[in-house]
């Protein structure tokens, strides 16, 4: 079952008129999208992924407002070229829920997880070219550690990537697992491994860079009094939202609506345990 994280809490700042244009630019399984939906009467929602088959999956679980959802494939950085394909000058407010869903994790196939043996994949996108694999096995020991080190922050990222060099060619997620586990043994709740999984994730769907060319376009998709939502599960994402919306509001271009970090309620995290760590930042265009 899907759950859309921080539900009410999204719908809450984005405050969608019955008339708006939306654009949910992580649609997903179409949680957010469908929740916006639901309030439209004349509006409509662009449900924009980077995964062609989670389109598919969320306009099933949208079915009954398809009238006022349009499906678009694209990533961030398309996002501007996408709208004026559409006609569409600005929209009234935009959801970004970062990070991939539990469906890619729960996927043996699509290499996400540590706990599954599947093909070391971890793409969003199945039609770009550079697999985590490949990144695994061609880069090199200091490029691979420095990767680690900075999207995993990983503080034993030598130790590790000595490892993996090692035991090149890697070509599985339980094999990569392994490898690590037997230079950083388990120390706490996480599997030692996890840290290193999630910096080859972000490296391989360039999902910093790509969050960059967002926050740089949000003056340009989203109308004035419009609103910018997102949801955060990383650090390093959460960072960088922040300082986007502090420098529009410094530049006199936007509204911070929430002074302080919003967090998911303790009865969605007993439902839901996923949404723990998430952070909920949004802003208002001027």
């Given at each position: 079952m899907h759950f859309p994280v921080m539900r009410t809490e999204v719908l809450e700042?984005?405050?969608?008129?019955?008339?708006?244009?939306?654009?949910?630019?992580?649609?997903?399984?179409?949680?957010?999208a469908a929740a916006v939906a639901e309030r439209l009467t004349t509006g409509l929602v662009i449900a924009c992924d980077r995964d062609a088959e989670s389109l598919e999956i969320g306009l099933r679980n949208a079915a009954q407002?398809?009238?006022?959802?349009?499906?678009?494939?694209?990533?961030?950085?398309?996002?501007?070229?996408?709208?004026?394909?559409?006609?569409?000058?600005?929209?009234?407010?935009?959801?970004?829920d970062l990070g991939p869903s539990l469906h890619h994790f729960a996927q043996a196939d699509r290499g996400f997880?540590?706990?599954l043996d599947g093909p070391l994949d971890m793409r969003l996108d199945r039609s770009q070219?550079?697999?985590?694999?490949?990144?695994v096995n061609l880069e090199s020991e200091k490029v691979l550690a420095d990767l680690i080190y900075e999207f995993g922050q990983e503080r034993r990222a030598r130790k590790i990537t000595r490892a993996i060099v090692r035991a090149r060619p890697i070509q599985s997620t339980l094999h990569l697992a392994r490898v690590v586990e037997q230079v950083?043994?388990?120390?706490?709740?996480?599997?030692?491994?996890?840290?290193?999984?999630?910096?080859?994730?972000?490296?391989?769907?360039?999902?910093?860079e790509?969050?960059?060319?967002?926050?740089?376009?949000?003056?340009?998709?989203?109308?004035?009094?419009?609103?910018?939502?997102?949801?955060?599960?990383?650090?390093l994402e959460d960072r960088k939202v922040k300082r986007s919306f502090q420098s529009l509001a410094r530049e006199g271009r936007g509204r911070i609506l929430t002074k302080h970090?919003?967090?998911?309620?303790?009865?969605?995290?007993?439902m839901n345990a996923p949404s723990r760590s998430a952070k909920?930042?949004?802003?208002q265009l001027l």
């Open positions: 700042y984005l405050a969608p008129r019955a008339d708006g244009v939306y654009l949910d630019a992580t649609a997903g399984m179409f949680g957010h407002w398809a009238d006022r959802i349009r499906s678009e494939h694209a990533k961030f950085s398309e996002l501007r070229v996408l709208l004026d394909k559409l006609g569409i000058d600005k929209v009234d407010g935009l959801v970004g997880s540590l706990m070219i550079q697999t985590a694999a490949e990144i950083a043994p388990r120390t706490g709740r996480l599997h030692p491994a996890t840290q290193t999984f999630m910096a080859l994730r972000i490296a391989t769907n360039q999902e910093l790509e969050l960059d060319s967002l926050l740089e376009q949000i003056p340009k998709l989203v109308a004035s009094n419009g609103r910018a939502v997102f949801v955060t599960f990383m650090s970090v919003v967090r998911p309620a303790g009865e969605e995290i007993r909920l930042r949004a802003l």
